[in-house]
């Protein structure tokens, strides 16, 4: 099976700029949960969707935002960006049974200048 | 209560020593505890993973040892290699938050050849 895949792997945005990052699960996953990254807050928790649906959300402003497709494919937005935005954007799919565990993508490299 | 601590921040390991890493929680729902491997420009990888009815489980030369009544679990890594060398991060999750892992903050792991 094929791992999860982020696109795009790096970019490079000014401020008050958006963005749009995209995740493919791995097949037959319907859960996608995304990460935020950075030196100083470590490995923070953005929101989680299923079956099209935000599951649970993280404690981050309403300038991100997510959606999921019915293919499960599912794309954060960040609006307005800020020089704190700048990070690792993880992705993680997870199957269907609870014993399941969530599998993680390489990640988005964000960079506002 | 959602807080996972995770220590040491850093360690530093002669080659076919014993690595061991510690986290602590408080939040008693939590019923997952996974340990994930990050290698600099990678997402992070599941390592091994346990539950709160288990005390010990063994794969390879990693080991998670669970003491529920302490909060508290660890990771051994047996005859540590320098190919071990990354961030290692233990996280908890709980079904009440749906599949949101809480992480630790992550140790650098150094092991000297």
């Known amino acids: 099976k094929a791992g999860v895949t982020q696109t795009p792997r790096y970019l490079i945005k000014t401020r008050g700029q958006q963005v749009t990052l995209s995740c493919s699960p791995i097949?037959?996953?319907?859960?996608v949960s995304w990460y935020q990254q950075t030196p100083g807050q470590g490995l923070q928790f953005l929101f989680e969707y299923f079956s099209e649906t935000q599951r649970n959300k993280g404690n981050f402003p309403g300038r991100f935002s997510g959606r999921q497709f019915s293919n499960s494919r599912s794309e954060m937005n960040v609006s307005t960006l800020e020089l704190g935005d700048s990070a690792l954007y993880l992705c993680a799919s997870k199957g269907p049974q609870r014993t399941d565990t969530q599998y993680f993508g390489p990640g988005t490299r964000l960079t506002v200048l | 209560q959602q807080q996972v601590k995770q220590s040491p921040q850093s360690l530093i390991v002669q080659k076919g020593g014993i690595s061991i890493i510690n986290c602590a929680y408080e939040n008693t729902a939590f019923d997952y505890f996974p340990w994930y491997q990050q290698f600099p420009g990678k997402g992070p990888a599941l390592l091994i993973a346990?539950?709160?009815?288990?005390s010990e489980k063994k794969e390879g030369r990693f080991t998670i040892s669970f003491n529920k009544s302490a909060k508290q679990f660890s990771l051994h890594i047996m005859d540590s290699q320098p190919g071990d060398s990354a961030t290692y991060f233990c996280a908890a999750r709980t079904v009440i938050y749906g599949n949101k892992l809480v992480f630790g903050a992550g140790t650098i792991l150094r092991v000297k050849s």
């Open positions: 097949s037959g996953h319907r859960s």
């Open positions: 346990i539950r709160p009815d288990v």
